[in-house]
């Protein structure tokens, strides 16, 4: 079955970390680039991070760069978010979102190959 499984959300303060997970499996992982993606209830999809199929080349929207990293681990198929210093317009459900081939950047990925979604929520 081909699936993306996000974990790891929360609720913190502001100024506080998180890290989000996504596992994958069903489909040649490394052949994907990996978006994160966020929405807030009410709202569309924000594009968040692209992670290359090869974990080298990562972009960040400009309202988390700095204080979100994300990696990938090929060998486990798995995704990573770190958040740092969360701050309360970062409440939302955090997705995690496949697309063959190389990453788009300052766009949403195409394609239903997302996870169910993991919330953040932050306080001030």
């Known amino acids: 079955e081909v699936q993306l499984v996000e974990s790891g959300g929360g609720e913190v303060q502001s100024g506080g970390s998180l890290r989000l997970s996504c596992a994958a499996s069903?489909?040649?992982?490394?052949?994907?680039?990996i978006y994160w993606v966020r929405q807030v209830p009410g709202t569309g999809l924000e594009w968040v991070s692209s992670?290359?199929?090869?974990?080298?080349?990562?972009y960040y929207a400009d309202a988390v760069k700095g204080r979100f990293t994300a990696s990938r681990d090929n060998s486990k198929s798995t995704v990573y978010l770190q958040m740092n210093n969360l701050r309360p317009e970062d409440t939302a459900v955090y997705y995690c979102q496949a697309m063959y081939g190389a990453c788009l950047v300052r766009t949403l990925p195409s394609g239903n190959l997302r996870g169910q979604g993991t919330q953040v929520t932050v306080s001030p």
């Open positions: 069903g489909f040649t992982f490394n052949d994907y680039c």
């Open positions: 992670v290359s199929a090869g974990g080298i080349l990562v």
